[in-house]
């Protein structure tokens, strides 16, 4: 059974108030709260376990290398990859995919060439690829969302031509929700001989993944929304592309050997991993994902499936109120304006006043904002943690900002 309510007990931070009211924290899709075992192994590691990893002997650094090399196979279990081998350990979404652009995308495309992207797309998950617009010539293609929404698969799929190298499109939308037929994508792409990066920043919150179902070529992660640290991540790469990618970043451990006139790399997955990395935050990473598959993903997706049609049926009674993303294929995030409301930034300050967290903006998603033809909506993004009374007080505190600005 899913109990919530031990669930929450997890959380310390949900027991808090803000702004003298029981914190409701809607705000997951920027960044989750973390759990006391996560918390713990984070103190843990360094009061007691702290070393570098990878290049010492000593009894410490060969502790701290092994619980942070473990994390690897965790990521690939959470993941379905094959081995953990796929996995290369990094900061986190952002790092995972400007390493697709330089490492894979750069080498291989000339001037002309094209990329595929969705308007429903992060930002980082197109400024990648402005760079290689503006500085090689390689074109971006933007496919649309319906009204709903939704991403037609064979939309994306139609836009592939003789120069399309790559499709790079989110699992779920930062902004609407909508979940994407990744799987579907890649099927039709591969017949074409087109690799797809999936951006699963928020996709692999909300339900399961495997990779080798999906089919994909890349599929980037990020540790803090899922229940773990900042400046963890993870990207998944296909063996046949990481064969194929060149190292991006330069530095230690990335290396086996260097001289004056020569460097010869490490095996990949270390060949893509330059530096000290986050080596306790990826500790806490993995606990997070130890956290999350011992909830089990299923559920947690039941959960929030339960939250998000809660949450859509008491929004439909709100006529003043527009959820922008209506598609069913969506996760329980709900972005929105409200009529005759201020600016988001504007409700949001008196959702926080009732103690309830939620993001105003544009959310990181320009070409999405262009699309619906707004500047900023406001956005509930619920979590493993959340429950139905919390989408009440939401409602309610919306209530009071309707009122306000009517
Ligand atoms: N992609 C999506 C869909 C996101 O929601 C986010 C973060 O909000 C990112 C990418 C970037 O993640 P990070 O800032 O952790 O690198």
């Known amino acids: 059974m899913f109990d919530v309510a031990k669930i929450r007990s997890d959380f310390p931070i949900l027991s808090r108030e ?7 924290y809607l705000d997951n899709g920027a960044s989750a709260q973390k ?6 192994a984070v103190t843990n590691a360094y009061a007691h376990e702290y070393s570098n990893v990878h290049r010492g002997l000593h009894y410490l650094s060969n ?15 959470f993941l379905g990859a094959a081995s953990e081998d796929d996995i290369i350990l990094n900061s986190g979404t952002t790092e995972g995919i400007n390493m697709v652009a330089y490492s894979w995308a750069m080498p291989r495309m000339q001037a002309g060439d094209e990329i595929i992207l969705s308007v429903m797309e992060h930002h980082a998950n197109i400024v990648p690829w402005h760079f290689l617009r503006e500085r090689m010539g390689v074109v971006i293609k933007w496919v649309d969302v319906d009204a709903t929404g939704a991403l037609d698969p064979q939309a994306v799929l139609d836009a592939i031509t003789s120069r399309t190298k790559l499709i790079a499109v989110t699992q779920c939308s930062n902004v609407l929700g909508t979940v ?14 087109v690799a797809v990066l999936v951006d699963g920043s928020q996709g692999a919150v909300h339900m399961p993944v495997d990779v080798q179902d999906i089919g994909c070529d890349f599929y980037a992660i990020t540790g803090h929304k899922l229940y773990g640290p900042s400046g963890s991540g993870a990207i998944y790469v296909r063996p046949e592309r990481m064969a194929e990618m060149r190292p991006f970043l330069g530095g230690g451990d990335m290396i086996k050997e260097v001289s004056k006139t020569e460097v010869v790399y490490n095996d990949a997955p270390m060949k893509f991993e330059a530096g000290t990395p986050g080596i306790v935050q990826t500790i806490g990473f993995g606990v997070a994902l130890d956290y999350m598959m011992g909830l089990g993903l299923e559920n947690i997706a039941a959960h929030e499936a339960q939250l998000r049609d809660y949450a859509m049926s008491k929004f439909a009674g709100l006529n003043w109120m527009q959820v922008q ?16 409301a ?4 504007d409700i949001s300050t008196i959702l926080d006043k009732k103690g309830v967290a939620v993001r105003a903006g544009h959310h990181c998603a320009g070409p999405l ?12 993004s619920f979590g493993l943690y959340n429950t139905k009374a919390e989408v009440d007080v939401l409602v309610d505190a919306l209530e009071l900002a309707h009122e306000l600005f009517a």
Do not use: W
């Open 63 to 77: 502790l701290a290398t092994d619980k942070y090399e473990a994390v690897r196979g965790k990521i690939a279990q």
């Open 18 to 24: 803000v702004n003298g009211k029981p914190l409701v």
């Open 180 to 193: 994407v037929d990744v799987k579907a994508i890649t099927k039709g792409a591969h017949e074409q001989g």
């Open 369 to 380: 904002m262009d699309h619906m033809g707004l500047t900023a909506t406001c956005r509930a």
């Open 35 to 40: 759990p006391q075992v996560v918390i713990d």
């Open 342 to 345: 201020g600016h988001a930034h």
């Open 325 to 340: 993303g209506t598609t069913p294929s969506k996760a329980a995030i709900f972005s929105f304006t409200l009529d005759g």
